[in-house]
């Protein structure tokens, strides 16, 4: 059974805003007026201090194609599109790692080439593409990079041939969400869920980049996803997984219940070189009940020795509420010895440094423009 997410339907209540700002780029009226600016980054900009995760501001984007590096550095903040769809509000840009700076200080690189930051925390965001708009070839080119903790996404896409979604470092949460890329497109160090989205490969290499620091006990988990490929992608060409660093990271990356094609290689997990001696010892590679895009059992008989196929009970474990809760519930159910001998035996899940359990279904039923205010329960 799916993790349990309530949504709730208020007919005819109200929720209340901090503020509420419109973004519409046909907009010519003076800039601020009735809340309403002709730019993305103005209205960001304009946004006032005192909103709470309860009382956010909101952002709400007209359709448009809003080309900009965008910084969120502002908390209890909500990006909205208001026509439903995704592909009506796009927010890109075409630098990468290699694209040089302007002041001629050297190159952007991977991080700094990102098309969207956010920095803050309690961040929403709704029917809006991030996107890389570097074409295939030119380099790593991150679509969006998260970098505060309680970030929730619904109804979005994220976009780029390489390298596109980067999180890290607090717990991000991804529903209905459209990822698409290649090489290792979804990376980083953070504690994120993905729930029933849509992973397409566009080209070779692998799914995820994991990072995971090793005293965090959790690190990407992938929950109902249907995991799909571009129609020239060769069957076995892309791996559920490498261990990105190593050499000091226990890279985490679980897959529950999720849909494969024929893409995604029987090994199914990467070491990522001939030098990483001892995989075992440095990642955290997990399934459970598997399937092919068909529903159909895939079988896993020839995955690496190094992987771990977990029971209904051991899966049952990845809720909303102990994947974002504190690591004292994994160190309780014994998830250090599970994972075996580790070449970085700090992994005490003591380093979690935000506290609390957060619950994101109820930061994403304050964002809602109009009409259901909160989600579904039952699997699907």
């Not at 196929?309 to 509420?321: E, G, K, P, V, W």
Request: hydrophobic fraction near 40%; charged fraction near 15%.
């Amino acid at each position: 059974m799916r993790i349990a997410i309530v949504w709730i339907v208020l007919a005819g209540c109200s929720t209340a805003f901090a503020a509420d700002f419109t973004v519409d780029p046909t907009y010519t009226g003076p800039a601020g007026a009735n809340n309403t600016y002709a730019t993305l980054s103005a209205a960001i900009a304009a946004a006032p201090s005192g909103a709470t995760p309860i009382e956010p501001t909101r952002i709400l984007i007209h359709p448009g194609i809003y080309k900009q590096q965008l910084s969120v550095l502002q908390d209890n903040l909500d990006l909205i599109g208001t026509t439903g769809e995704a592909k009506d509000v796009v927010i890109t840009d075409d630098l990468n790692a290699i694209t040089p700076k302007p002041d001629g200080s050297g190159n952007y690189g991977t991080t700094g080439a990102s098309s969207t930051f956010i920095k803050g925390s309690n961040i929403v965001a709704v029917n809006v593409t991030f996107e890389n708009s570097t074409p295939l070839g030119g380099s790593q080119a991150v679509a969006i990079k998260t970098s505060g903790d309680r970030i929730a996404f619904k109804n979005c896409a994220f976009a780029s041939f390489q390298d596109t979604l980067y999180v890290t470092m607090g717990r991000d949460y991804f529903l209905d969400c459209h990822v698409t890329g290649s090489v290792d497109f979804i990376f980083g160090n953070a504690t994120a869920i993905f729930d029933h989205c849509t992973i397409n490969s566009s080209h070779p290499g692998a799914v995820t980049a994991a990072n995971t620091k090793p005293a965090t006990a959790v690190g990407m988990v992938f929950l109902g996803c249907t995991l799909t490929r571009d129609k020239e992608l060769a069957d076995g060409s892309v791996s559920l997984g490498r261990p990105w660093q190593y050499g000091t990271s226990d890279a985490e990356a679980i897959f529950i219940r999720c849909k494969m094609d024929g893409h995604i290689s029987p090994a199914g997990w990467n070491p990522w070189d001939s030098r990483n001696t001892n995989p075992a010892g440095d990642s955290r590679y997990a399934e459970s009940a598997s399937t092919d895009l068909d529903g159909k059992p895939l079988d896993v008989s020839k995955r690496v020795a190094w992987s771990h196929q977990l029971s209904a009970d051991q899966a049952a474990q990845f809720t909303l509420a102990n994947v974002f809760g504190p690591g004292e519930f994994w160190q309780k159910r014994e998830w250090s010895d599970f994972w075996g001998k580790r070449n970085h035996p700090a992994a005490a899940y003591a380093d979690y440094k935000f506290g609390g359990t957060w619950d994101p279904s109820v930061q994403l039923a304050t964002s809602k423009v109009e009409g259901e205010l909160a989600t579904r329960a039952a699997p699907r």
